[in-house]
């Protein structure tokens, strides 16, 4: 039994000599005599952090067999954006009160980002601190209504029109917007005036009233009047690209374009329904957008009026203000439904809609120059400030942070598509009169399609197929 | 970077770089006092006297134009009082790396396969396909850009993975079937050699389970022992027993909870071993597996009964009556999360939680089916069954690629993560190497396990082979077993408790709908024909 036991320990000592060599270098030795065997061992240095200081240390992998069922894993983390964007979807950011009468026009300046004029409906001009939420300055600019602001990049000031059939020239040097006190310069004209728009390169002011008219500050006289018909025109805008350009909207439901060079106006487009407001792509040279009274927003290609490139729908009472972003992918849309609307400029129907019960009829609305924010300007005297994207974090983002944020709108738009992303997406609450009016004329549209079709088909001799577009057009003249 | 003019006083023994050397050519005119001050103290050293000289001369000759790598700009550096690169350069051999014609220019070309491993299928040929809209068609391509871009990347990277798999080499007439592991343990370093070793239990046969991450392993005797610890450190997480017979052991989602099937229901335990939930519902398991990205606990009946238990709700997803027979033989598909099971009449069916009938049903023997495994890619499946047949089974076209015969039926048998084939015949525990794709003769490693082997499982991420037999449980090393670079993002060795926390809260919030899972993983990316005929039908309907 001894001899047994010795022979055994003895057979461990020797085991345990032999575990305790370091025999890397021997076996991996040059010769072929000899097994070379390698067992995969990691260094734990290499793979945990040193202090507690430190990141944790995340070596990867990006071989596909390491990262299966990648469709669906991907489709949860879409499923999982989608919905937070909604619930950070909180635009409203804050209401500007102050306004004892209606806001009527909204104007911005491109040198202060931070600043917003306000016109009222009894003359009052503001000058607002967004950022602060408060008034700069306030005077009395007319006696009646102030028709509209435009801001002169030109000459850095600003031009407002009113009721009182002046032009008056406003310029604020003070850093603190406090000597808006007394205009610059008035232009005494004899008749109506209901939009401004001043040249982008050149001391030259377009107004509109009664007909189109082209001045210069220092005359009193317009240096060109451009008449088409007896009919007034309702805005007037200069185009910022294709800088002789004008477009305007008239009352007797067209949009005419002018060329400041020329001396007779260059074309015009009669729609079923007037437009209220025009405004031009800021980077296209060529596409205006008019609010119309049929509920919908038209985009025009200039070159080509027959037929309009876009036709937004969604609101569900007249289309009262259209602005654009500028970055010129999107453009905000004020209405007399109560609502103001996002749309992107090449699709038909809105991105999100804005709503509050205490908003109550829309009259402008503008997009703030660092394309971040929307103003809206209502009947009852404020003025709302909203997000352009109302999932957007306002404040500092970090890196992190904002990386995951830009995953996550990839992922959104990479499954968009699919029924329950596009229906979490899409789902906006809406007040309950716009849920029932859109019904309402959904079913009427349906009706009318379906009527349309069925004389189609039993009648014999057909009139012309026009496509929904261009129903909307009555003529072109030139 | 280029040092002041006080460095003339800088020992002569100091080594400056080309670098540096090069930096002062770009931003510091050089006068002939100052290089000629420099050239005292320094060592003579060939190169840098010439380029002394060179300099020197080149200034006496402003309109010199040396005919070597001639760059535009080449005459608008001679305006000011530096030397012009392209001349000096010509003089000296030795540092002459910059202008000169880069032999392999642009990028490092990517081997094929890499690249091939990387895709994750064809591009779409755009000019035929039928897009109309030529805008749409450039944003498509634009897209094609952008995933071929990614692919290049991803592949390109692996040049930073930081390990190399294991090998084995035997000496030369030798074949490495005839190594044993005792001396694969001799011959490797102190702490691979400590992962071979054999623990000598008496509590019945064991069945073995190794957590996602390679880290703990988790024994299960079938006298009732239960046991989960750290197999690297041996340091005992918890140790029980519980007093009925354990028929299958398997960890949860992380080292925080694992699943027993005992003699009538399924336990789960805390990592101290406190029973935290009893499940009526699973009664009878045999086989138990877990689907760690849809948090569902697989497991098959005595009576036939396939059951998907979602462990993060604790809600039963789904419990199909098979009626096939008891099921004692099950896998998992790593690849799209389908479960295989093997039958007595030498059929494979393979389940999923939305069907109540097979997805596929395969008849793969003539006799009963004794073990099935899926490698981890899902593309090849062996099945074993009594008589001896070894058959190694492609899961897209279910066609048969190797049929081997084996010495005697092969009880178990599991891939590891580099598609090495683990087999265990009655004592013996064979490992194949390349099996799926070469008809191989002879196995890469045999090791004879004291008794009949009961349980057989690859440690995920290291060069190990779990066995548990009927006396205990036995650790083998199998070099080149293991994935070698792992990504921390989805198992990492290295976890440390916040880490551990942090995981697994995301991948809760990330844990797939029970739904989704289909026979081919990719299907969600595809275009639902039949709703999109029907919705443009619709839209139609009325259009003119």
Not at chain 1, 252 to 262: Q, T
Not at chain 2, 76 to 104: H, I, L, M, N, W
Not at chain 2, 458 to 482: I, N
Request: net charge positive; charged share 25%; proline share 5%.
């Amino acid at each position: 039994m001894d001899k047994d036991m010795l022979k055994k320990q003895i057979e461990n000592m020797k085991f345990q000599a032999t575990m305790e060599r370091w025999p890397l270098s021997k076996s991996i030795a040059a010769d072929d005599s000899k097994m070379k065997v390698k067992v995969l061992v990691r260094n734990p240095d290499d793979y945990l952090r040193e202090t507690k200081r430190d990141i944790h240390k995340l070596p990867r992998n990006y071989d596909p067999a390491l990262h299966p069922l990648e469709a669906p894993r991907e489709y949860t983390r879409a499923l999982n954006a989608v919905k937070l964007e909604r619930v950070f979807a909180l635009p409203f950011i804050g209401c500007l009160d102050g306004h004892r009468d209606g806001l009527s026009c909204l104007g911005k300046t491109p040198d202060h980002l931070s600043w917003l004029y306000s016109g009222a409906c009894d003359g009052e001009l503001k000058l607002w601190d967004v950022a602060k939420r408060r008034v700069l300055c306030t005077v009395q600019a007319h006696d009646g209504f102030v028709r509209a602001i435009a801001y002169s990049q030109e000459s850095s000031s600003l031009y407002t029109v009113g009721d009182d059939k002046l032009i008056k020239q406003w310029k604020s040097e003070a850093e603190d917007g406090s000597d808006l006190k007394a205009p610059v310069n008035t232009i005494l004209t004899g008749g109506m005036l209901t939009g401004i728009s001043p040249h982008r390169s050149k001391p030259i002011l377009a107004t509109c009233g009664e007909a189109c008219n082209l001045w210069e500050p220092t005359r009193a006289q317009p240096i060109k009047t451009f008449q088409w018909g007896v009919d007034s025109l309702q805005s007037i805008k200069f185009n910022q690209v294709e800088e002789n350009i004008l477009a305007a909207c008239g009352s007797d439901r067209s949009i005419i374009l002018y060329d400041m060079r020329e001396s007779v106006p260059l074309r015009k487009v009669v729609l079923k329904m007037r437009s209220n407001s025009i405004c031009w792509n800021p980077m296209e040279a060529f596409i205006f957008t008019v609010a119309n009274e049929d509920y919908n927003l038209y985009t025009f290609d200039m070159r080509n009026l027959n037929s309009p490139l876009n036709v937004h729908s969604d609101h569900v009472s007249a289309v009262i203000d259209v602005d654009y972003s500028p970055t010129g992918k999107e453009f905000v849309s004020a209405s007399y439904d109560k609502t103001v609307r996002i749309y992107d400029a090449r699709q038909a129907h809105s991105r999100d809609i804005y709503h509050t019960k205490r908003m109550q009829r829309l009259t402008c609305a503008a997009w703030s120059l660092d394309d971040r924010f929307i103003f809206s300007g209502s009947d009852e005297m404020n003025i709302r400030i909203w997000k352009a994207r109302a999932a957007e974090k306002l404040g500092v983002v970090k890196p992190r942070e904002k990386t995951a944020l830009r995953v996550n709108a990839k992922l959104i738009e990479k499954f968009e598509h699919h029924p329950h992303i596009k229906k979490i997406q899409r789902h906006r609450h809406v007040p309950k009169h716009v849920y029932n009016a859109r019904n309402e004329l959904r079913s009427g549209r349906i009706a009318a399609r379906r009527k349309e079709f069925n004389v189609r088909t039993h009648t014999k001799r057909q009139k012309p197929i026009i496509s929904e577009k261009v129903k909307a057009i009555v003529s072109e003249q030139q | 970077m280029s040092s002041p003019k006080g460095s003339e006083k800088k020992p002569a023994s100091e080594v400056r770089s080309t670098a540096t050397q090069n930096l002062k050519k770009k931003f510091k005119p050089p006068k002939d006092e100052h290089l000629l001050r420099k050239t005292k103290n320094k060592k003579p050293n060939n190169t840098f006297t010439k380029k002394a000289e060179g300099r020197v001369v080149k200034r006496q000759l402003p309109k010199f134009k040396s005919s070597h790598g001639k760059t535009p700009n080449s005459g608008a550096v001679q305006k000011f009082s530096r030397p012009p690169k392209t001349g000096q350069k010509g003089k000296e051999g030795a540092q002459d790396d910059q202008t000169e014609e880069d032999p392999f220019p642009g990028d490092a070309p990517i081997p094929h396969a890499r690249l091939q491993k990387h895709k994750r299928g064809k591009a779409e040929d755009l000019d035929k396909n039928g897009v109309t809209f030529l805008s749409n068609r450039i944003h498509l391509k634009k897209k094609e850009k952008l995933v071929k871009y990614a692919v290049n990347l991803a592949a390109r990277s692996e040049i930073l993975l930081p390990e190399e798999t294991g090998f084995l080499e035997p000496a030369k007439g030798d074949c490495t079937s005839e190594i044993t592991q005792v001396q694969i343990k001799s011959s490797v370093d102190i702490t691979s050699a400590t992962k071979q070793f054999d623990l000598s239990m008496q509590f019945g046969p064991y069945a073995i389970n190794y957590l996602r991450n390679g880290r703990k392993m988790l024994i299960g005797g079938r006298m009732g022992h239960v046991a989960a610890f750290d197999w690297v450190t041996k340091q005992l997480t918890c140790e029980m027993n519980v007093m009925e017979s354990v028929h299958d052991v398997a960890w949860l989602h992380n080292e925080t909870l694992f699943a027993v099937a005992q003699k009538e229901w399924t336990y789960i335990y805390d990592n101290q071993g406190i029973e935290v939930h009893c499940i009526k519902k699973l009664n009878n398991v045999l086989r138990m597996e877990f689907l760690p990205y849809h948090f569902l606990l697989a497991t098959t009946n005595d009576s036939g009964t396939l059951s998907w238990l979602d462990v993060s709700m604790g809600k039963m997803v789904k419990r199909t009556h098979t009626h096939l027979g008891r099921l004692d033989v099950l896998c998992h598909n790593p690849r799209n999360a389908v479960l295989c099971c093997g039958h007595s009449k030498g059929t494979v069916s393979m389940w999923t939680p939305n069907f109540v009938s097979p997805v596929v049903k395969m008849l793969c023997h003539t006799q009963p089916v004794r073990s099935v495994a899926v490698d981890q890619s899902g593309v090849y499946m062996a099945t074993s069954s009594i008589d001896c047949s070894l058959k190694i089974w492609d899961l897209r076209t279910y066609n048969c690629l190797q049929s081997y015969k084996l010495g005697c039926g092969a009880s178990n048998i599991t891939f590891s993560q580099r598609g090495l084939l683990a087999v265990s015949m009655g004592n013996i525990v064979e490992v194949y190497k390349d099996i799926c794709t070469e008809t191989i003769h002879k196995p890469y490693l045999k090791h004879f396990v004291g008794s009949s082997v009961s349980g057989l499982k690859f440690c995920p991420y290291e060069d190990v082979l779990g066995v548990g037999h009927a006396r205990g449980m036995c650790s083998m090393l199998v070099p080149g077993a293991g994935e070698p670079n792992f990504d921390a993002l989805e198992s990492n060795p290295f976890q440390t408790k916040s880490q551990r926390r942090e995981t697994e809260v995301k991948s809760l919030l990330e844990k797939i709908q029970p739904e989704l899972i289909t026979l081919d993983p990719f299907e969600l990316g595809e275009v639902n024909r039949q709703s999109v005929i029907e919705k443009f039908e619709e839209k139609t309907r009325y259009m003119v």
